[in-house]
Nanobody, 121 residues
Framework: QVQLVESGGGLVQAGGSLRLSCAVS????????MGWYRQAPGRQRELVAI???????NYADSVKGRFTISRDNTKNTVYLQMNSLKQEDTAVYYC???????????????WGQGTQVTVSS
């Protein structure tokens, strides 16, 4: 049973910062892709950031320069540091991983339940 536990969401004033964490547990043999998506009311879910195995981050244009994604492979954890937050960043943020249960099995996608981020004026 693979579980993704998210933390760090909350209410913050515009211009402030938050750090989201996502810890992965369960029968995961190895992790590959890790990232964050978000969904605002009345909007489609969108990719925020992904991080590659060489620790390079890729970001949506709307957050580029303000958000930083990182990962700790020893803890099976992915982070999202959010700085200079804007009201339009308000959304439910979902952790995403791509992992496999064994050395010779295919990779599957897993999702967290989401954590609310609200940016006030």
């Amino acid at each position: 049973q693979v579980q993704l536990v998210e933390s760090g969401g909350g209410l913050v004033q515009a211009g402030g910062s938050l750090r989201l964490s996502c810890a992965v547990s369960g029968s995961i043999f190895s992790l590959n892709g890790m990232g964050w998506y978000r969904q605002a009311p009345g909007r489609q879910r969108e990719l925020v950031a992904i991080i590659t195995t060489d620790y390079r981050g890729n970001y949506a244009d709307s957050v580029k320069g303000r958000f930083t994604i990182s990962r700790d492979n020893t803890k099976n954890t992915v982070y999202l540091q959010m700085n200079s937050l804007k009201q339009e960043d308000t959304a439910v943020y979902y952790c995403y991983i791509r992992g496999r249960s064994g050395r010779y099995t295919s990779f599957d996608d897993y999702w967290g339940q989401g954590t609310q981020v609200t940016v006030s004026s």
